[in-house]
């Protein structure tokens, strides 16, 4: 699906064609105004790819916030009002929240809307927000894999999603139209496109993503419980290795708990087959095996350098944070 | 110990007093030219901290290369010859390799001179070179807790030092004299300068970047094995997380090797109770625990904020590499 060539669609929406200064879309809401939700709002002003953002979140404070930053053209408490007459509507809040928020907003959302979401996890949200998307609205579930350890409507940039990859879940019954449209808006927000089922995106992001944040916060809580060494040295010396950690297990606490409550399958599989080989390396180290070890670091020696290959990563060593 | 006032020596050996151009050490012996050996040649020249640096390394191509780029003013692939009349002599091998050097270069040591190592272990380091150290040679084992997952000569720069902890490990009968003109060399670095036992540096090393290297390792590895995920869909969504890991896991296998294999009860102790607190973790996610989880994530927050008030981490999101 995802190399359906584009098609000028003729309706009254606008379009960015390139050859006029009409938006994409007249209409955008954003349900949620946290990092991806601050990002997504400059990156459309940036690329002009909506006539007018409604910002919505249910925080007084974090809403008073947006509109200090001048994030969005209009401002709402509450999500129903932010997504009537929207084109489109992007569900930016913890998966765990999507059934709520979507079953809230369901009777004002315009038919021919798109409603989409950005959440970590697909199947849950899926689950949940599905059964409440009313006829004539075109639910895409999507995924943009890019983020920063920062949350909140300070945190937003508009190159978060530039190189980085969206993943677009297409259900069973998606227009393809609607799928092209959605598709254009990410491509236009600098991210490359793929398409794939949700439970492979579950057990792709729990492998990068899921599985490394619950690594991290691991860590970080074993350093923490350590009475022989004192958290002022944990601190002092974590340039070796530690520090990186850090920075995942420094990530917003609620979406991550929506996340592994509601990708347990995946993550359970995962972390069991992560403990199996840690016995491995357990094991190569109390017996002594040299040889073992040095044969298992030399290989992942070069996934570094894929990653870098694929512009995934910066080539500078420390992340280039020197 | 680190307290004692610096006081003006009146060896023959000049001093970096800042009153003249005189070097600080009349020759400095590095045996070994990696990532540490070819950032202290480079600081050395940037700082005055030796009259002559002596390079030595058994690979004939990394000497070759140490030559191309001027790091060093006489070069040996016989580290005997390197450390032949030096005053400070550094041993920049990996861990499993300091014995065997120091065996050999011993007879060569100059009677008065300072000799130290950069090893991420010291138990091991102390039990293995202490035996060859001759009468009158100030062996003071040593760890700048700096790096990037880069090696060899070409991936030294001078500023690695710079606000990062040295810890230095005096024993029993270490001479003041040399541990205050060492401290002063790793000051003139731009290291901070700890002192503390060996046994105590091995579990706080375990900790802040032994077990990070292990973790960082075993996840790569536990991603590369999956039949369901293919390395392609690893590296195209490794912004997730993933490649955060991947960077720790690009280090010098060899290097990695001899750490395990030398700090092999702290780092067993240390990875048992990560996989504690890991089956903490597991239990709730499976029996969706959700505020056992939520409490346990806010606490690995604050940690990340204190690395960076400490100066030991950029504040910059995503390490400020978009």
């Not at 584009?6 to 006029?20: E, P, V, Y």
């Not at 990708?263 to 040889?291: P, T, Y």
């Not at 995934?312 to 060593?317: E, H, L, R, S």
Request: glycine share 8%; aromatic share 6%.
């Amino acid at each position: 699906m995802t190399d359906t060539p584009d098609k000028q669609t003729t309706g009254t929406t606008a379009q960015n064609t390139g050859r006029d200064d009409r938006p994409m879309f007249n209409r955008v809401a954003l349900v949620g105004l946290g990092l991806i939700g601050s990002s997504l709002a400059h990156v459309m002003r940036r690329e002009n790819l909506a006539g007018h953002i409604a910002g919505a979140t249910r925080s007084e404070a974090t809403l008073k916030r947006a509109e200090e930053l001048g994030l969005c053209d209009s401002y709402h408490l509450d999500a129903a009002e932010a997504v009537k007459d929207a084109d489109l509507v992007f569900l930016n809040v913890p998966v765990g929240a999507m059934g709520t928020v979507a079953e809230h907003i369901a009777p004002a959302l315009k038919k021919g809307a798109i409603l989409t979401d950005v959440g970590s996890v697909k199947g849950a949200v899926i689950r949940d927000v599905s059964p409440h998307v009313p006829e004539g609205v075109h639910f895409i579930p999507g995924h943009p894999i890019a983020g920063t350890e920062q949350s909140g409507p300070d945190a937003g940039f508009a190159e978060l999603f530039e190189n980085r990859w969206c993943i677009l879940v297409p259900l069973e019954n998606t227009d393809d139209e609607a799928l092209a449209r959605l598709k254009r808006f990410w491509q236009a927000a600098g991210a490359n496109v793929d398409t794939m089922t949700a439970e492979h995106h579950d057990l792709v992001l729990g492998i990068t993503s899921h599985l490394p944040h619950l690594i991290a916060y691991n860590i970080v809580l074993t350093a923490a419980d350590l009475e022989e060494v004192t958290e002022s040295e944990v601190i002092k010396y974590s340039a070796g290795g530690f520090r990186d950690f850090t920075r995942l297990a420094a990530s917003d606490p609620v979406m991550w708990r929506d996340v592994f409550l509601n990708n347990r399958e995946a993550v359970l599989e995962l972390l069991g087959r992560f403990m199996e080989d840690l016995h491995v390396l357990q094991r190569a180290i109390r017996w002594g095996e040299g040889d073992k070890l040095h044969e298992l670091f030399k290989r992942s020696r070069r996934i570094r350098r894929e990653i870098i290959e694929a512009g995934q990563d910066t080539p500078a060593p420390g992340f280039g944070r020197r």
